[in-house]
């Protein structure tokens, strides 16, 4: 993978690219709501706080899929 990432990087700096086009990816990540939540609410307690500093809710971005999932104080039994 590293060649390849060297490789990629050698041809745009000789400007030797182009665009090939779009390409749908696929990732077949298991991220939910459910998950999420409970990923923040297993956090230690000071964590959350500080996460959500005066936010009612935030929304978390799964850096697999990309998807965004809100989160609320709520959910998480912060109070």
Known sequence: MDKLYRFVNRM?????????GEVLIFSECRCSEEMISRMVEN????????????????????PSSGRKYP???????IH
Do not use: H, P, Y
């Open 12 to 20: 745009v700096e000789w400007e030797n690219v182009r665009e090939a």
């Open 43 to 62: 956090m230690n307690e000071s964590d959350r706080k500080e996460l959500f500093g005066d936010l009612l809710q935030l929304e978390i971005e799964c």
């Open 71 to 77: 989160v609320t104080r709520k959910d998480v039994k």
